[in-house]
């Protein structure tokens, strides 16, 4: 059965995420990914595949290597996706600032 990975529950991963901002900067193979972390390879390579699985991270492989890289246009849907909620939760403070402004005032 082939399940289909949800990018949202594979970023709720506090790994993931960590794997995320590691490889936002350079290209990194497992290996190097999986040296900065206290946990067995595989398990890693789990994640690894989950990213891949949702397309938050592409594969290139240089000879026998294979590197890592962040896909930067699932990561600008996510971004896109988010903003929304930024804005909304802006405004809210804005509003809320505003009236304490009002309130300290008198």
């Known amino acids: 059965m082939?399940?289909?990975r949800d990018v949202f529950q594979?970023?709720?991963d506090p790994t993931?995420?960590?794997?995320?901002l590691l490889v936002a900067s350079q290209s990194m193979t497992a290996g190097a990914?999986?040296?900065n972390f206290d946990t067995a390879r595989p398990t890693v390579s789990k994640h690894l595949q989950i990213l891949t699985e949702c397309e938050l991270l592409e594969q290139t492989q240089?000879?026998?290597e294979i590197y890592y890289h962040i896909n930067?246009?699932?990561?600008?849907?996510?971004?896109?996706f988010v903003e929304n909620f930024r804005k909304m939760w802006d405004d809210r403070f804005n509003k809320i600032e505003s009236i304490?402004?009002?309130?300290?005032?008198?």
């Open 33 to 35: 990914i999986a040296a």
């Open 2 to 4: 082939n399940l289909r």
């Open 72 to 80: 930067a246009n699932k990561m600008k849907e996510v971004d896109d």
């Open 16 to 20: 993931r995420r960590a794997i995320l």
């Open 62 to 64: 240089n000879g026998r």
């Open 100 to 106: 304490m402004k009002k309130y300290k005032s008198k």
């Open 10 to 12: 594979a970023i709720a």
